[in-house]
């Protein structure tokens, strides 16, 4: 079983609709979960991160965390053509090592 | 903001060769740097972290001495790839940490070296 798991995708949304991106992982002691945006040939960059359960908002961002499940969610509300990209899931362990998941390519139809 | 930079951004070399990648906080003084490597359509997998002065600290799987990872100060890393084969051909992307380890530290990525062994 790999440590975290997505959906490779890729996922197809109309443009300014809900994108919905799920991640599971297995160890857990993990302690704070990031969801990263990377566009082909780019290095990853930070969307938001989560440590408590439930949901933390931030602009059209919502992340969802339920750690009794090792689940923890992505929305994207009113998606634009510009959210199309990769969306990494990453877990930080309790030896506070990052480990990613392989990633959900994400399209948003224009 | 945190700016990590990395050098080449792109390097195309012979089978056999050996390359070198720097690392380098602009900004900031960097505890911790980590070094991973993403295939096409794969994620980023953790080759080694290291910590200034010490020796880095490799993945299960990843050679050491074939990966040369040097934190010779706060603010530069160096990864060589020895002899270099066409399947050591890949994106290399290095992190940099400020501060304490905690479980929200936050990582900083450069922008990512593209290597190809012909």
């Known amino acids: 079983q790999k440590e975290v798991e997505q959906n490779s995708g890729p996922l197809s949304v109309p443009e300014g609709a809900i994108a919905s991106l799920n991640c599971t992982y297995s160890?857990?002691?993990?302690?704070?979960f990031f969801w990263y945006r990377q566009y082909s040939g780019k290095s990853p960059e930070l969307i938001m991160f989560i440590y408590s359960n439930g949901d933390k908002e931030d602009g059209r961002f919502t992340a969802q965390l339920n750690k009794a499940s090792q689940y923890v969610s992505l929305l994207i509300r009113d998606s634009q053509p510009s959210d199309s990209a990769t969306y990494l899931c990453?877990?930080?362990?309790?030896?506070?090592?990052?480990?990613f998941g392989a990633g959900t390519r994400l399209f948003v139809k224009a | 903001g945190a700016v990590v930079s990395q050098h080449p951004s792109w390097v195309i070399c012979k089978s056999g060769t050996s390359v070198k990648i720097e690392c380098r906080s602009l900004d900031f003084q960097a505890t911790t740097m980590f070094w991973y490597r993403q295939f096409p359509k794969q994620s980023l997998m953790l080759m080694a972290t290291?910590?200034?002065?010490?020796?880095?600290?490799?993945e299960q799987g990843v050679e050491k001495d074939k990966f040369l990872i040097n934190h010779a100060s706060l603010t530069l890393s160096t990864l060589t790839v020895t002899s270099a084969h066409p399947e050591d051909s890949s994106f290399y992307i290095c992190s940099a940490r400020e501060g304490g380890l905690g479980p929200l530290y936050e990582q900083y990525f450069g922008p990512g070296t593209r290597l190809t062994v012909t």
């Open positions: 990453a877990v930080r362990t309790g030896g506070f090592k990052t480990i």
């Open positions: 290291s910590n200034e002065g010490s020796k880095a600290t490799y």
């Open positions: 160890d857990r002691g993990s302690q704070s």
